[in-house]
């Protein structure tokens, strides 16, 4: 049975920081590509961030230098440490798992980040 399930998210003043985690199971976690993605009211799911089995990892535009991506394969995690938070990141912040053809999605987690 395959579980994808975040945690860490909550209200956060701008400028501050929130580390995301991501616990995933049922499928071959080191041999898969992780990645974050966020979706704000109204708008599209975008990719946040994303690392592959050999720890390369990718950024979106909006949160280079801010957000970094990591990954534990003996705990089957992936975390997303924010930093620098801007009230345009408040959303709901997805994990998801790639193996092969096949997408394992998370339920999600709200990031709201406001004075």
């Known amino acids: 049975q395959v579980q994808v399930v975040e945690s860490g998210g909550g209200l956060v003043q701008p400028g501050g920081s929130l580390e995301l985690s991501c616990a995933a199971s049922g499928f071959p976690f080191s041999l898969s590509i992780m990645a974050w993605y966020r979706q704000a009211p109204g708008k599209q799911r975008d990719l946040v961030a994303v690392?592959?089995?050999?720890?390369?990892?990718n950024y979106a535009d909006s949160v280079k230098g801010r957000f970094t991506i990591s990954r534990d394969n003996a705990k089957n995690t992936v975390t997303l440490q924010m930093n620098s938070l801007k009230p345009e990141d408040t959303a709901v912040y997805y994990c998801k798992g790639r193996y092969l053809f096949s997408d394992y999605w998370g339920q999600g987690t709200q990031v709201t980040v406001s004075s």
């Open positions: 690392i592959t089995s050999g720890l390369t990892t």
